[in-house]
């Protein structure tokens, strides 16, 4: 890549991060929420380490990525200092790695994952119980009536510490479409809360994505997974 190229490329993520931070900030406002209670989670999977660079440099804080494969290279590239988050299904025999790099592991939705995590964990590990709000059967995530069991069990692990849920909404042209979806990740939430299952409240809800992240944050989205709104088209 010639000298032109990157400095293209490092003026074009600057320039989608701080849009996108001005998106959540405006629709934090519109919601009576304050603009830093919802964090950017910059999702990097398929993009190239310089345009992550451009995004460090930008101010970026929080990386996700979607495989471990991908995300140990990455993080050998760029160090352990972004806080580095797990956002995409995370299988059994990828625990120890997964313990060993993840700050954040948003995709636990299962009893047998979260007992290996707490098993390989060898510092503490912050999770998210990943709910299948809209019940689609192509994608990961406990069912909402089975989320007091998985949650009641994980709050009994050593090693790792629940701090919120995530969910994934449908894909739609319309973000209005999905906001039922977000909005019952928040009530599913402060349901556990007002049950007192786990010592300390949760307080995360990991939602939303490029198309509908506006939405997400109107509904009390804490942590928003952006990729293509960031990094552009992937490929």
């Given at each position: ?190 349901e556990l809360n007002r049950r007192g299952v ?38």
């Amino acid at each position: 890549m010639v000298a032109s190229e990157l400095r293209f490329e490092v003026s074009d993520v600057a320039a989608s991060v701080a849009l996108v931070r001005g998106r959540i900030a405006a629709a934090a406002i519109r919601s009576g929420r304050r603009p830093e209670d919802s964090t950017l989670v910059a999702v990097t999977k398929d993009v190239d380490v310089a345009r992550i660079r451009a995004a460090i440099a930008a101010g970026v804080v929080d990386l996700g990525e979607n495989r471990v494969q991908e995300a140990r290279r990455k993080i050998d590239a760029l160090g352990q200092g972004p806080r580095w988050h797990m956002v995409g299904h995370l299988q059994r025999n990828k625990a120890a790695e997964a313990a060993a790099m993840f700050d954040v592991i948003h995709s636990m939705d299962g009893p047998g994952i979260l007992r290996e995590l707490s098993r390989r964990a060898q510092r503490p590990i912050e999770v998210l119980l990943q709910v299948n709000v809209a019940g689609e059967p192509q994608k990961h995530g406990v069912a909402p009536d089975g989320l007091i069991d998985l949650a009641s069990e994980a709050a009994q692990l050593p090693g790792i510490g629940v701090v919120g849920l995530m969910t994934i909404a449908p894909v739609a042209t319309d973000a209005e479409t999905v906001r039922p979806v977000f909005r019952k990740l928040r009530v599913l939430r402060d349901e556990l809360n007002r049950r007192g299952v786990f010592q300390s409240p949760l307080v995360h809800l990991s939602m939303g994505m490029t198309d509908d992240f506006e939405v997400a944050v109107e509904e009390g989205a804490t942590l928003v997974r952006i990729g293509r709104g960031i990094f552009g088209e992937r490929g």
